[in-house]
């Protein structure tokens, strides 16, 4: 004969009161915190910035502040070099600003190198059909200050809060195309501030000031998520545009008729 073992189930705690009718709000109420909090919120952060940048694209202040900017984040680094090292580095973006809705406490044990200032745009050339932008700066902002002179990027991701950083340094995939590629392969050359602190300008076509290795690093920087350096720079192709475009549709209802 078999032998039968019967094991408890430990017993379940009973949830309080408060976290229940705090469960019940936050799922069945939450459109109260949207529409009376964050949206109101949302209205007044992105009036400000839109405000701020057309002030900065007025004044031109960008290039001179870029050099500022990317001084004291080579001081930051210098320092780090100098004190051993004892902490690893990571970028200062709160995460509060990131895509994600993961919470990134482990920055609080990091050395968090203020990158989180660079989002402007820092100037557009016509004739060469680049911009050079800022890594922060969003595809939002990007667009919204090239459509009025007559461009758009060759790849524009489809979110205005995606970043050139992020879609640069992460997994950029949201948006391509057959012409042009994904977001990266749009891009001419990176600007990137290494771990000893040096400034390091990584180009696509090899020019005579720049050597071999900093050639390879253009092509490692993409999907790198910031291990090869911190990107400060990039600079963009662009593409004239027009106010419209004319898209046809041509329905196909077998392969037959597709190919």
Sequence with gaps: MGSETQTQLPVTEKIPVIERVLEYVLFKFRWVFVVFFLLPVNIVYEAYFSVRNWIVFKLNSAPKAHSRKVAVIQKQIADWNKNGRTRKMCTARPGWLTMSFRTPKYKQQLEQIKTNQLVDILEIDKENGTVRVEPMVSMGQLTKYLLPLGYTLPVVPELDDL????????????SSGRKYGLFQHTCVSYEVVMADGSLVVASKDKAADQSAENQALFYGIPW?????????????????????????????NSLEVTY
């Design 163 to 174: 970043t050139v950083g992020g879609l640069i340094n992460g997994c950029g995939v949201e």
């Design 224 to 252: 790198s998520h910031g291990t090869l350096g911190f990107l400060v720079a990039a600079t963009i192709r662009i593409i004239p545009c027009k106010p419209y475009v004319q898209l046809s549709y041509v329905p196909c």
